[in-house]
């Protein structure tokens, strides 16, 4: 049994004008700097979408996005800046109302759970962390992959835009790139930058650069920086199912997939942090997870291509026509 509430918002009579459709909407055209684009990610008609936008409008009394001039196409979309401080307000007003419900859930269904796995009831929701892996060499793409363009931006954008939520404690970038530290520090994202050779030491010294700033951390993702397509929604659907459960359920890893096949990213609990922090060389958090193949708990993507990484020049073609198309 588990709890689940839907976070939207009303107009003066009532009518719901703002909710996760609209919002994730508008995300789209940050995204991709087009109405019609962000429409088809959700496989939404370009008129309901363009709907969604102007009821928003005329209920919040200003405009939430602006046309543009030139690019591909000839012109597109932007938010406005108002959009963008109210997109924000929403996010954080919908998180917390997420981890009140996961809090008074707790309290008020305490003895459905192991006695010894409930906290107080005044305890504090479980802490996540996230440790981003950007520590690739790039070898089949033939470059530092994470700076190719994608949308007129460094591919490693758009995963620092979709973990920006506040369900995370804190977000730590492992790199072995000055160019990727560079990027975070301009961001106020938290960077160890190393010259380590195996994926094992990316996942070890994130995970000790965690321990050490967030010693309370209950748990922690790992999210590989070449999965441009990755969801904030996706995330946060994992943070929170992590939350939910994790009082009854302290040792279960979460893990993403799409129609049971899984994939990246991968959410462990502390109780495997020993482990992670022990790999063979060359392993990655996947070898902890399958050697605990019972304790893994599937979370399904919205889209195949949430798990596609980005290893070729052919790869990153195959994605930018899946935006575009």
């Excluded at 109210?86 to 109302?97: G, M, Q, S, V």
């Amino acid at each position: 049994m588990n709890s689940a509430i839907r976070v939207f918002l009303r107009d003066d009579n009532g009518e719901k004008f703002f909710g996760e459709g609209p919002c994730r909407l508008l995300r789209g055209i940050e995204d991709t700097g087009s109405l019609r684009a962000a429409a088809q990610q959700m496989n939404m008609a370009y008129t309901k979408a363009l709907r969604l936008v102007r009821h928003a409008e005329e209920v919040l009394g200003y405009p939430l996005t602006e046309k543009t001039i030139g690019g591909k196409g000839g012109g597109g979309s932007r938010l406005t800046p108002k959009a963008k401080e109210f997109i924000k307000k929403y996010e954080a007003f919908r998180d917390a109302c997420y981890q009140a419900d996961a809090a008074i859930y707790r309290q008020m269904f305490s003895d459905m759970a192991h006695d010894d796995a409930v906290p107080p009831a005044d305890s504090l929701l479980p802490t996540l962390g996230c440790v981003l892996m950007a520590s690739g060499t790039g070898s089949r793409f033939g470059g530092n992959k994470l700076l190719a363009d994608l949308d007129g931006q460094p591919m490693i954008w758009r995963i620092l835009s979709a973990t920006d939520t506040n369900l995370f404690a804190k977000r730590i970038v492992v790199t072995r790139h000055k160019e990727i530290a560079n990027i975070c520090k301009e961001l106020h994202i938290d960077t160890v930058l190393h010259d380590l050779p195996d994926r094992s030491d990316t996942v070890r010294l994130g995970l000790e650069a965690l321990e050490t700033s967030v010693p309370e951390a209950d748990g922690c993702i790992f999210c590989p920086c070449d999965q441009p397509l990755l969801t904030k929604e996706t995330l946060e659907k994992m943070a929170l199912d992590f939350a939910g459960q994790y009082c009854r359920q302290p040792d279960s890893i979460y893990r993403l997939s799409y129609k049971g096949i899984p994939g990246s990213p991968v959410l462990f609990p502390k109780k495997y942090f020993s482990e992670l922090k022990k790999l063979p060389a060359g392993r990655g958090g996947a070898y902890v997870a399958q050697a605990h193949a019972d304790k893994v708990r599937l979370v399904e993507a919205a889209s195949s291509w949430e798990l596609r990484d980005v290893d070729t020049k052919e790869d990153l073609l195959a994605l930018k026509k899946t935006l575009y198309q």
